[in-house]
């Protein structure tokens, strides 16, 4: 089990990183301390499947690559997650209208 933990926690380590997040920024942002979200990234303890849940939706990763290191069939580019993390909630549908037209207009 130690080893789940250990290899969950550098998947976090890694997809936090590469948000440019630091680990008080993730903590707060999951509601919890900065010790505990700490223990999680060095294997120590786990997160309760209400905050893996909630990180999963924050880093914009599967909760199957966050627990079991599986990465999707299609992954999504970094950059496309970030810019659509970083628009404001009442945006993201333009968004994603706008990406679909591009999509339509490259497939045609």
Known sequence: MDDYKKAMGQ???LQRKLRHLTQEQLAEKIDISIKHYSEAERGITGL???????VSE???I???YLLK???PEYPVPLKMME???DCPDSKKEILLDIL?????LYLT
């Open 11 to 13: 998947r976090l380590k």
């Open 48 to 54: 309760s499947v209400e905050n893996l849940i909630k």
């Open 58 to 60: 924050i880093l914009g």
């Open 62 to 64: 599967s909760l199957d």
């Open 69 to 71: 290191g599986i990465s």
């Open 83 to 85: 810019i659509y993390h």
């Open 100 to 104: 679909e037209l591009e999509a339509k």
